[in-house]
């Protein structure tokens, strides 16, 4: 009984965390920062958003959020998201491995 409450506490706090993340990215917007990018640069790289609940990678969204509103190359990635077509972002993403991870 112990075990199955313990397992249901962690499938609670995963799924609070990946959505909580789920809606960082998806509303392009970090508490009390400038618009998160990584959302759009999800949708333009083909990334579908029920994939990262699927595979419950909330924690990694939620950090990789906070990175994309802390990036130095911010500018430069809000002028390829201008751009028509899937942007370049590997020279300039911290987030670059999770992207190419969620690509794949």
């Known amino acids: 009984m112990m075990d199955t409450q313990a397992l249901v506490a962690t499938v609670v706090a995963v799924v609070v965390a990946a959505g909580l993340a789920w809606l960082t ?13 990584l959302g759009r640069m999800m949708r333009r790289q083909g990334i579908a958003m029920d ?8 924690d990694e969204l ?5 990175l994309c509103a802390r990036c130095e190359a911010y500018g430069e990635c809000e002028a390829r998201l201008r751009r028509r077509g899937a942007p370049r ?3 300039i993403c911290p987030n670059t491995a999770l992207l ?5």
């Not at 939620?62 to 906070?66: D, I, K, M």
């Open 25 to 37: 990215v998806r509303r392009g917007r970090a508490a009390g920062s400038r618009p998160v990018l």
């Open 51 to 58: 994939r990262v609940a699927r595979e419950a990678l909330g």
């Open 62 to 66: 939620a950090a990789a959020a906070r």
């Open 89 to 91: 972002y590997g020279d």
């Open 100 to 104: 190419d991870e969620l690509k794949s």
